[in-house]
């Protein structure tokens, strides 16, 4: 199973929407698990906090950045766009 890394921070609302929004999901039946990093975590790399801090949220699949997500999309959308982005990485959103 592959992990599908959430870059967040506490008090972040798109953050915290977009956790609940694939929470929702069947991330197992793309054979995913999600990974929350809160990036203002004391273990948390400092090369990590730079390179997210006004980013989040941040998804990433296997160390690969994946384009943001919009708030907007959940449900079947969201779900569909994880398939397509798992089996064409380096396609467009």
């Known amino acids: 199973m592959s992990?599908?890394?959430?870059y967040s921070r506490r008090g972040c609302?798109?953050?915290e929407?977009?956790?609940a929004r694939l929470r929702n999901l069947?991330?197992?039946?793309l054979d995913l698990e999600l990974q929350v990093i809160d990036i203002?975590?004391?273990?948390?790399?400092?090369?990590?906090?730079?390179?997210?801090?006004?980013?989040v949220?941040?998804?990433?699949?296997?160390?690969q950045e994946l384009p943001r997500v919009s708030p907007r999309l959940d449900g079947e959308g969201l779900?569909?766009?994880l398939q397509r982005r798992l089996s064409n990485p380096d396609?467009?959103?």
């Open 13 to 15: 609302c798109l953050c």
């Open 17 to 19: 929407g977009l956790e």
């Open 40 to 55: 203002d975590a004391v273990a948390v790399s400092p090369v990590l906090k730079a390179r997210y801090d006004l980013e």
């Open 26 to 29: 069947d991330l197992a039946a």
């Open 3 to 6: 992990s599908l890394v959430l």
């Open 79 to 81: 779900f569909n766009w």
């Open 57 to 63: 949220p941040v998804l990433a699949l296997a160390d």
């Open 91 to 93: 396609g467009p959103p």
